[in-house]
């Protein structure tokens, strides 16, 4: 792999993204310079109040040492996956706000592992009705006959309180297990857990099921998958990038959050785990060289920005292209290499200095 270019590239007359409400709050862009996300951490006690909250909450559930808190230090912090070796237990429910952009855009509540429904205390009730999604870690690497049993009770509780959250299950840890015995794991939780609540007669509730590890990009991709569920737009964004790719030669074509790596959305062209790890890395490169090489000495800690851009041609035809599309999402497409180098292609044709800018149906504008 060759990295072409990574450079500053402005763009003519595109609307400011703005048009879209994105957060145009400058205090957010430290999120790059801290390894932080620009969050709110909190501890909640069972009782807080959260009146006046309105974002998506997702809440992290499973039993204790599944993975929760790794998983969202590893995916929302940055922290290498060998650093939660040292990760101390969960105690309280902890809250944090990811507010990168205006479609990742969320509460993250991670849950003590035994959290008791008939503790008086904790309003139950309360976290369920607000919640867009609830992901339950299942340590794949220890017996989970207790782990379903937690799950079934869980969901069931949750169900009854508000049907509209998503249930996803992380079979999480799967970094220990060959490929065989991955699917195999797989095919009997789903099966153990579906059982259950048919016994319940509650065969109606969902349950999506994800196979994951802090080690590899499983757990990113999962995330993803959870996030682009919690936005409304959804539907709209892939309309929109399949009439981009179709009218540009693009194979596929990506939108990013680049803080967290999460994908919110994409064409409907299958994703494999390799494009998307391309992707990630991709983004890794780009802001890694903009932090040593794109900001000049007295600036601060704002290496993603208008001008962010890279072009990367791989070994075998296919070249990678970013572009900044807001401070914080990035389009990444991967293109042969003959249609990319063709004059008519927006990409190349003038399109460094001259975006393509996509109409959406709310009037406004994306410059790509
Ligand atoms: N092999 C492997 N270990 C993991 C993975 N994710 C987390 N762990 C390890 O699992 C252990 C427990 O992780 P935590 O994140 O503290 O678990 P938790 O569910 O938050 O635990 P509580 O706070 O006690 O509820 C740590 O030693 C992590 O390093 C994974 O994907 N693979």
New binding site residues.
Partial sequence: MTTERVSALSGGDAPEDSALGYYDDEDDLDAFSDGELGCEDGVLGFSDSLSGEVKPRILLM??????????Q?VVFHKMS?NE??F?????KICREDVSSSSFVSFQIW????QIDFFDPTFDYEMIFRGTGALIF?I?S?DDYVEALSRLHLTVTRAYKVNPDINFEVFI?????LSDDHKIEKQRDIQKRASDDLADAGLERIHLSFYL????DHS?FEAFSKVVQKLIPQLPTLENLLNIFISNSGIEKAFLFDVVSKIYIATDSSPVDMQTYELCCDMIDVVIDISCIYGLADCEAGLPYDKESMAIIHLNNTTVMYLKEVTKFLAMVCFVRRDSFERKDNPLVSGGFLQPLCLRTGDESWWRV
């Fill in positions: 499973g039993l204790r040492r599944s993975g929760k808190s790794s998983i230090k996956p939660t070796l990760l101390e237990s969960t105690n991670d849950f003590p592992g870690v340590d690497q999480h840890k799967v970094d220990g994951t590890s802090i080690y757990i």
